[in-house]
């Protein structure tokens, strides 16, 4: 046990203190760190009695109740301004008398027009924010209605999946038959190519904002010989896929509509430069037929000759530069030539995608014509 002896609770006259060597301070009395200061003890502070008998009474009560007044100067702060009742409009103030008479000229219930000066788009109009057309959602609803009815046969899961992959911005519903409408199209542009259109048209109404709806229908319209449509349609899908586009169908559309010129002017673009081989050598086929649109057989046969005819190819892509080079031949007298480049492009066609062998046929007739007259002529 313990033999320290237990301080009580009440000696000094601390009562209730259990502190070790800090007596408890009574009512009035100053605390330790009072007495000695906070300023000794480089606490920012400063003590209580280094302060003077005016900052003791600054801003406190005396025992009347009352607060000690400032008496710096020996008067009260308050009286160094002249607080008069400006209710009464006694205490004169800077414009104030300028401003009241302004605001009693002006018209009850009237307020000042606010000028924004230098700000942008003051004078501008806001837009609503509803459909620009009147009647658009009607309208919209209408060529629903009016869509070609799809084949028994025909399925989104026919579409190619990196096109269907395009499609997934739309809901599942519309680009289900969004597809259909493209697989449609494609199945009817040889053998109908106005239903072909018909299908190319409702997939765009209902997917124009994606690339691969406006570029099926510029095709369909292409080979419906809708050559503006066409025209506007690709145009719309290279601003939004963006590359050289299908440069070579849109020159073809410019001859169409009678401007051979600009077929030949795309031929110089930045995009033609951006071309693969294959999408060069059906641009140089085009613009070899703007030049025989305008006359200029001999430059269209140079044209082809400098794609090379007889480079190794495809069997389509050969087909085409054939066909084209024995057309520009006939044009310009040599009958031989074009026979024999006629007489491949029948070898090479296998589909039967152009009319080689009839013109090849036409040839061999004048050919034969002429031998007759020649015979005749020798007899008389």
Not at 105 to 118: L, T
Not at 150 to 167: E, N, Y
Not at 220 to 233: C, D, M, Q, T, V
């Amino acid at each position: 046990m313990n033999d320290r002896p237990q301080r009580s609770h009440a000696s000094n006259g601390n009562r209730g203190y259990k502190g070790k060597g800090k007596p408890r301070r009574k009512n009035g009395e100053r605390g330790w760190q009072e007495s000695r200061g906070h300023a000794g003890r480089n606490q920012g502070g400063y003590s209580r009695s280094r302060r003077s008998s005016s900052d003791e009474t600054r801003g406190e009560y005396r025992k009347d109740g009352r607060r000690y007044r400032d008496n710096r100067e020996g008067r009260d702060y308050r009286e160094r301004r002249d607080f008069t009742d400006r209710r009464h409009g006694d205490s004169p103030q800077r414009g104030g008398d300028e401003r009241r008479s302004h605001r009693q000229d002006r018209p009850q219930g009237q307020r000042q027009q606010r000028r924004h000066v230098g700000r942008g788009g003051q004078n501008r109009k806001q837009k609503s924010y509803q459909p620009q057309r009147k009647n658009f959602r009607e309208e919209r609803t209408q060529q629903h209605l009016n869509e070609p009815a799809f084949p028994a046969d025909v399925s989104a899961k026919d579409l190619d999946p990196l096109v269907r992959q395009d499609l997934r911005v739309l809901s599942k519903d519309n680009a289900d038959r969004v597809a259909k409408h493209m697989v449609a199209a494609a199945m009817f542009m040889d053998e109908d190519p106005e239903l072909a259109l018909r299908h190319a048209r409702a997939a765009k109404d209902r997917g124009g904002r994606v690339a691969v709806t406006r570029e099926t229908c510029g095709i369909a319209a292409y080979r419906a010989g809708h050559w503006k449509e066409a025209l506007s349609e690709l145009r719309a899908a290279r601003r939004m896929s963006g590359g050289p586009g299908l440069v070579a169908v849109m020159a073809d559309c410019e001859r169409g509509l009678g401007r051979p010129a600009k077929a030949i002017e795309m031929a110089e673009t930045p995009e033609a430069a951006e071309l693969d081989a294959d999408s060069t050598l059906e641009l140089a086929i085009v613009v070899a037929g703007g030049r025989q649109d305008m006359g200029d057989y001999q430059a269209a046969v140079t044209i082809l000759e400098h794609q090379n005819p007889n480079a190794p190819r495809s069997a389509f892509e050969a087909t085409r530069i054939a066909y084209a080079y024995a057309g520009a031949l006939e044009l310009v007298g040599d009958i031989e030539k074009a026979r024999t480049w006629f007489q491949r492009a029948v070898e090479l066609d296998e589909d039967g995608l152009t009319d080689a062998e009839l013109r090849l046929h036409n040839l061999q007739q004048k050919d034969s014509t002429a031998d007759d007259a020649a015979d005749k002529e020798g007899e008389n």
